[in-house]
């Protein structure tokens, strides 16, 4: 079992930022994925950005070169950057840690995200 703990969501402004952290309960060996997702009202959950245990990073068009998704050297917490935030930002975002060989999922609670003025 592994919880995954978020920490990091808020009120800001548009334009302005937020740094998203997620920290994993135990060292992860298995070859993985972290990344966070999102869900607004009445839409469907979607990926933000992932990152691999290789370091390898993929992001969702809608946030390219605003978000940036890194991982701690333990590979245990993982974090998003997200700057230029815009309203349509606003959701709650999930840390998800995906084990590829198994295809399993954990996720975390959820933390609130809005960019409002």
């Known amino acids: 079992q592994v919880q995954l703990v978020e920490s990091g969501g808020g009120l800001v402004q548009p334009g302005g930022s937020l740094r998203l952290s997620c920290a994993a309960s135990r060292s992860i060996f298995s070859d993985n994925r972290m990344g966070w997702y999102r869900q607004a009202p009445g839409k469907q959950r979607e990926l933000v950005a992932g990152?691999?245990?290789?370091?390898?990073?993929n992001y969702a068009d809608s946030v390219k070169g605003r978000f940036t998704i890194s991982r701690e050297k333990d590979k245990k917490t993982v974090y998003l950057q997200m700057d230029n935030l815009k309203p349509e930002d606003t959701a709650v975002y999930f840390c998800n840690l995906h084990f590829m060989m198994s295809a399993y999922d954990y996720w975390g609670q959820g933390t609130q995200v809005t960019v409002s003025s």
């Open positions: 990152i691999t245990r290789g370091g390898t990073t």
